[in-house]
């Protein structure tokens, strides 16, 4: 079955980096474009990027642009959240997703929280 785990989350200050990642299992992971998502406390869930199969098209969100970068490793069937400069209301819970035959398939998510 389709299986998505994400990792590397954590507490970081105001201008740090963190690394998230999230491993894939149970589809042909190279076929299909990955996204990842953010949702804060008593907010909807935000788009924050997204990548096509061999990476070559990446979009982000325009409050993410320039701090955060996503990335895939086929051969590892991971996809990569590298963000940099973080802020306070970068503060959310991150998911990635896949949509898989119409049906979409998320992680249980990362805590990442920003403060000093």
């Known amino acids: 079955q389709v299986q998505l785990v994400e990792s590397g ?3 970081v200050q105001p201008g740090g980096s963190l690394r998230l990642s999230c491993a894939a299992s149970g589809f ?3 076929s299909y474009p990955m996204i990842w998502y953010r949702q804060a ?3 909807e869930r935000e788009l924050v ?4 199969t061999s990476g070559g098209t990446r979009k982000y969100a325009d409050f993410v ?3 955060f970068t996503i990335s895939r490793d086929n051969a590892k069937n991971t996809v990569y959240l590298y963000m940099n ?3 306070p209301e970068d503060m959310a819970v991150y998911y990635c997703k896949v949509r898989w035959y119409e049906n979409d398939y998320w992680g249980q998510g990362t805590q990442v ?3 000093s």
């Open 9 to 11: 989350g954590g507490l």
């Open 85 to 87: 400069s973080l802020k």
């Open 49 to 52: 990027a997204s990548i096509s």
């Open 113 to 115: 929280t920003v403060s």
């Open 65 to 67: 642009k320039g701090r």
């Open 28 to 30: 042909n992971f190279s």
């Open 41 to 43: 406390p008593g907010k």
